[in-house]
DNA sequence: GTCTATAGAAAGATAGAC
DNA sequence: GTCTATCTTTCTATAGAC
């Protein structure tokens, strides 16, 4: 159909502006204190556009949250596998998780909130079913460092700490960057590359062998 | 005054307890989604009692702020004075947050939502002076940390890192605590402390010479 | 010191024009 | 696909009884 195939191309790009504008908002306010109406003032417009494209607030919030643990997965989970001890391979996924939260911290930022809204939020049975899920997610990547943790153990590169315990402590250091980091004027690619460098090499020096 | 007198030994707990309530609340359910009607409900009580202890929704945000501070500042900021290395003493007080964190878990969680409301919120002048004074707070107290990173170059007990960025690495990782720890039943001090001490071992880690 | 009742503002969501 | 107008609910805050 003509149609859907013209949607594929335009719809999907307007669907990402109101996406966007969401997460942004989200970061800044906080989501209970966005309303509809910000998000569709950060676009120049008015509520019937962001209606239009999602049904109610929270299904806005569901999208930008699986957007940001598909970037997580995209970008840092896939070092999972690859050369080198697992050491090395831990160093280049936490090097990606932290260039993630640099670059897409308006949607990073909304791992957080989501995990709140789960453990004592009042949701609907729909909306926890589609919570249930976006955590699942979530914990599926922390598991990806779990277990590199529990391989480093193994092949002799990392000391041989609670797998569970050290995935926390490390993914609280690097997560931390999106709540203080924020681009500085001229910044570049290789100034976050820098960066994220220098957080690695001291954030992993504790957990080396 | 003797009315005085006994407002010195009541009023203050009554306070005390809608104060408690709302850290419970705002760790929850965050800020903009605690209602005023959530706070009174948890205590039992109607909004009218909450309000006589506290003029408007922001001020009983700010207490709470405030609180969560000063107890960091009492129970871990002091040990940068103390015997030992810098390392000794950075050990000391990253000890003490970490309890801080588990164990006033529902003040703690509100130092995160402050740092938001702060960045990015649109407050009046005087809610923003109020503001300004507690970010002032916090800001002394994570230089505690930069001064004792320093200190631990200068010393030789620790690497010659950043010490902004390692203040930042540290405080992520241990701030953490307050997102995925939660009490487990029957759960005692000793047991507290023995978690904090693994947490602590793992972290510095990286930091030490 | 706490309650009930209510005023006034703000937000989520929908209907229908364009 | 977006806008205007509006309905309905919810929330902050206050007034006044007890």
Redesign the interface.
């Known amino acids: 159909m003509q149609a859907t195939a013209a949607n594929d191309l335009v719809s999907p790009d307007r669907r990402e502006e109101v996406l966007a504008a969401a997460a942004e908002c989200f970061m800044?306010?906080?989501?209970?204190?966005t309303s509809m109406d910000d998000v569709a003032d950060m676009l120049g417009a008015t509520k019937g556009r962001v209606y239009h494209h999602f049904r109610s607030k929270p299904e806005l919030f569901f999208e930008v949250f699986r957007r940001a643990i598909f970037i997580l997965i995209r970008e840092a989970g896939v070092h999972e596998t690859g050369p080198g001890t697992a050491a090395d391979r831990l160093r280049r996924m936490s090097r990606a998780h932290i260039l993630c939260m640099m670059e897409t911290q308006a949607f990073q930022r909304n791992l957080?909130?989501g995990?709140?809204l789960y453990?004592?939020?009042e949701t609907s049975d729909e909306h926890r079913a589609t919570l249930e899920e976006l955590m699942d997610l979530r914990r599926g990547y922390e598991d990806a460092f779990r277990r590199t943790f529990a391989a480093g153990a193994a092949d002799g590169s990392m000391?041989p700490?609670?797998p569970s315990?050290?995935m926390?402590?490390?993914?609280?250091?690097?997560?931390?960057?999106a709540?203080?980091y924020s681009p500085r004027p001229g910044e570049t690619r290789a100034h976050r590359e820098t960066l994220a460098e220098?957080?690695v090499a001291?954030?992993?020096?504790?957990?080396l062998a």
Chains 1, 2 share one sequence.
């Open positions: 800044r306010r906080g989501y209970e204190a957080t909130l995990v709140d453990r004592f939020g000391k700490l609670d315990l050290a926390r402590t490390l993914l609280g250091a690097i997560n931390w960057v709540v203080w220098e957080i001291q954030v992993l020096g504790g957990y």
